[in-house]
């Protein structure tokens, strides 16, 4: 798979093709021109059903899981999903992987949440023997296969050899260092334009560690995004939503988007809302989020502004935007996403700063 140069913005959109309506934006994103769509998982739907009914409707999009949450299938399994994904498609998955936490993991799927680096890397080891028709022999700290003193045999996958691009989703040093080192892309989020080498100096770090570039990879970025002149009353709504980012998505002691917000500057911040949160302040923890959060990480106000932001993410590295176009409808989410294209086809027009 060929990845955009640094210079050219990428666009993909955020995704639950679930039911008819969710169908229909894929295809519909598809026919405006986006280049992929990034299915989530979190504890409703899963992500790669879906994927396999945008697969049997759509003929050239990419199409992306954001994330599987590893540990919650074997690696063996999930090759082997992925396999049938890519071959449904026709080329076109993408094998989008995370840890997730610790609150999800042992509460909702009852695994112990141990060793997540670790884990990342034997998975996609494991993934990439199987999906390019090696005998499966792995000794591993977490997976040994076979199972030592079992009866169980090396097994060489029944179906042809694939290529399976995979994607990390990290937010920490050493994942990120894992992912410059191991993915073909990143999957990020907490990410502000000028502290953009927070994330990027570990990926490029990892990818030079085995004789890459940070070029190699396609570092995608999730956005909302709308087109408004209200400019403040949409930055403040999108600020407070992240109070169940900081409060809740993670425990206590362990929220990995909390530390990489921190990293970036915003530690103070975060640590408030979170405080706030837990105490069972739910709306002061909301207006305790700077309205700058919102902003800075979502694509808001008139399009000269936009476009202006947009020349920021390209200009830094990124390659591509992950876009939730806002809209109550899907008439108004395709409006809106057909008016970010145009958008972004004037910058990229541009030549880069």
């Known amino acids: 798979m060929a990845y955009l140069s640094a210079m050219t913005l990428s666009i993909g959109v955020w995704a639950q093709p679930i039911d008819q309506e969710g169908l229909d934006f894929v295809i519909e994103a598809e026919r405006l021109g986006v280049d992929s769509a990034w299915v989530p998982e979190f504890w409703g739907y899963d992500a790669l059903t879906p994927i396999a009914a945008a697969a049997a409707v759509t003929d050239r999009i990419k199409l992306a899981s954001s994330i599987v949450q590893l540990g919650t299938r074997t690696p063996a399994m999930l090759a082997m999903t992925a396999m049938s994904l890519q071959r449904l498609s026709e080329g076109r998955f993408i094998l989008g992987l995370g840890t997730s936490g610790p609150q999800v993991m042992e509460g909702w799927h009852g695994v112990p949440f141990s060793q997540p680096v670790t884990r990342t890397r034997e998975t996609i080891e494991i993934i990439r023997m199987v999906t390019s028709g090696e005998r499966l022999v792995y000794h591993g700290e977490i997976y040994q296969l076979p199972l030592p003193e079992g009866q169980g045999r090396a097994l060489r996958s029944a179906a042809p050899p694939v290529d399976v691009p995979i994607f990390i989703a990290s937010l920490g040093p050493k994942n990120l260092h894992l992912t410059g080192e191991l993915a073909q892309g990143w999957i990020g989020n907490s990410f502000f334009c000028k502290t953009s080498d927070i994330f990027f100096d570990g990926m490029r770090a990892g990818a030079e560690s085995v004789g890459r570039s940070l070029t190699d990879l396609d570092l995608s970025v999730s956005v909302g995004v709308e087109i408004t002149d209200d400019v403040e009353e949409a930055a403040r709504r999108h600020a407070e939503g992240f109070a169940f980012t900081f409060g809740a998505m993670g425990s206590a002691s362990t929220n990995f988007y909390n530390d990489a917000f921190a990293r970036q500057g915003w530690g103070d911040a975060v640590a408030e809302v979170q405080r706030l949160w837990l105490a069972g302040d739910r709306e002061g923890a909301a207006a305790a989020v700077p309205t700058e959060i919102g902003l800075q990480q979502n694509l808001i ?41 145009d958008l972004v086809a004037d910058v990229n027009a541009e030549p880069a700063a």
């Open 301 to 341: 106000g008139p399009p000269e502004e936009i476009k202006r932001r947009l020349r920021e993410y390209r200009d830094c590295g990124v390659t591509t935007l992950r876009l939730g176009p806002a809209g109550d409808t899907l008439d108004e989410r395709l409006d809106a996403l057909g008016q970010i294209l």
